[in-house]
């Protein structure tokens, strides 16, 4: 009898060297989709407490606290997976510092509910600080590791991060009616770190790899949705007995996530992630893409309140807090994927997802309906997307409506 084959020894420390860009069969890792996961947790608390904050009326600052807590987390996440696409060399520092990441952002999910309602952030920060210290300290180690233009685009990199987490700190210090322009400011900064570090040289993230971890993101994100709305529902028949009411609101939900999952898609991007500056700007436009899947479900809870008679705003606010997401996701798939990856830009089906937008919006008129019609005209972008395949017998660049793939 053969004994088995030793376990492979897995170095605690190897060389942070850049990976190839063509490295074939490139796919997310176990850990990759664990960060997820735990990032989702965020994104669900900031869900709950924009929920919250209409149910107290505090409307405008709700938005305003949810913008800034969801743009934490969602840069965070962006920080990471593009320096993992270009560096993760999965030893076992990588993967503990991966794992420090992953505990200060469930440090930041538990400081969200104090920043909506107390506006005290220091918690938040404490998870942010966490988070960043770790990401520098991976990009000094492939600075390390490197040589020429490379070494310096990832000591740019590490201290750029260092320098914004630094003046995030201002957060805690501002007056509250002066904070959004000081986290506008910051926010800047933030965003222009890669286009500074990347002047010296491109980091060798991979395109497909990129392009996977954005749709795998998008989905549990849109998961979380389902996820909020089917509570909100449940706990509405359970204590109101009005399963009538909200079955046509549970299936226009339905309708309008997995048409976002199908919109999404539609079309693969990786092919057009020929550049940083085209590469960033699609990955920066997710901004809007992700924060309006995550406010479809949170606006789907504010309905399911209305339906009940326990939504602090009127039907039609109620309505919009489902319709505006809904066609603020419509109008950012539209720009990041289906206008620039079609292969004519003259064709009719390239004003679909706009249309589709306005529709929604006018969905709204419909109060108690709107979810349900929204549901409809989702339903129905989809629908002439894929009969406009199949009638004229043509395929998009790499794909089309009907490819449920990114690659």
Known sequence: MTSPPPLPFRSPLLPMVARRRDEENRVATPLELLFDLCFVVAVGQAGVELVSAFADERIGTGLLNYAMVFFAVWWAWMNFT???SAYDNDDVLYRVTTLVQIAGVLVLAAGVRHAFEEEDYLVVWVGYVIMRVALSSQWFRAARSSRGPARRTALRYGCGVLACQAGWAALLFTPTGQRP?????????ELSVPYWAERSAMTPWHPHHIAERYGLFTIIVLGESISAATIAVKSAVDEHDALTELLPLAGGGLLIVFSAWWIYFAVPVHAGLTTSRRAFLWGYGHYMVLAAVAGIGAGIEIVVQ??????????????????????????????????RYEVDPRRWRQ????????LVLG???????AVPA????????VVVGVVADGARGEELAGGGWGDDGVG
């Open 82 to 84: 593009w320096f993992a």
């Open 181 to 189: 322009w000081v986290f506008l400011a910051l926010a800047a900064c």
């Open 306 to 339: 209305d339906v009940v008679d326990q939504a602090p705003i009127s039907s039609l606010g109620a309505a919009a807090t489902a319709t505006v997401p809904t066609a603020v996701y419509l109008v950012s798939v539209w720009a990041l994927h289906v206008r």
């Open 351 to 358: 004003g679909v997802l706009p249309v589709a937008a306005g």
């Open 363 to 369: 969905c709204t008129l419909l109060t108690e309906w």
């Open 374 to 381: 929204a549901g409809v005209v989702c339903a129905g972008a």
